[in-house]
């Protein structure tokens, strides 16, 4: 892997930090935790200076689906393997994912956390999706900006739109 390469986790290994749905081992979770979408390799090496299998836990989660590049990333309907272990996902459940990973990458991972937090407790429904997106937009323009939560609004509904 190049030392320059920067991950970012992908909607599926954000869920694996908020649900430990994918069992992933104590080590792996560690290294899912420390990249933050900014940190190149050789960053995140120095940051984990003891873990000497550092780029194989790298390379583990590229190959799970848990994080990607940087330059390769998309949210534009995330494959199955990226949003769920069978594949078999409702639509809805697929647009709840795909919104998830659209507010991220408008309000950044950090804030993204918080503002979709709401959307990991909530029914597969498209009235639950809706509730949640409104709730998204209030809390992102109360507390980040008023431009990007109309980015949300706008970009949550055409995903709505889809369902």
């Known amino acids: 892997m190049e030392q320059t ?10 869920e694996e930090l908020k649900t430990r749905k994918y069992n992933l081992s104590q080590a792996l979770r560690m290294v899912l935790i420390l990249i933050d979408g900014k940190s190149n390799v050789a960053a995140l090496k120095k940051k984990a200076i003891s873990l000497a299998e550092l780029e194989d836990y790298l390379q583990d ?5 848990y994080v990607q590049d940087q ?4 949210t534009d309907a995330p494959a199955p393997s990226v949003v769920g272990k069978t594949g078999n996902e409702s639509p ?72």
Do not use: H, P
């Open 5 to 14: 390469t920067v991950l970012k986790k992908t909607v599926k290994g954000v």
């Open 71 to 74: 330059n390769k990333f998309t």
């Open 92 to 163: 809805t459940t697929m647009a709840k994912w795909e919104i998830v990973g659209m507010v991220r990458d408008v309000v950044g991972a950090e804030f993204g956390e918080r503002a979709t937090k709401r959307f990991m407790e909530i029914d597969d429904t498209q009235k639950a999706l809706s509730k949640a997106l409104d709730q998204c937009f209030e809390y992102i323009e109360l507390t980040i900006d008023g431009k990007k939560a109309k980015t949300v609004k706008q970009k949550g509904a055409d995903i709505l739109k889809k369902l």
């Open 61 to 65: 989660l590229v190959t799970g689906g």
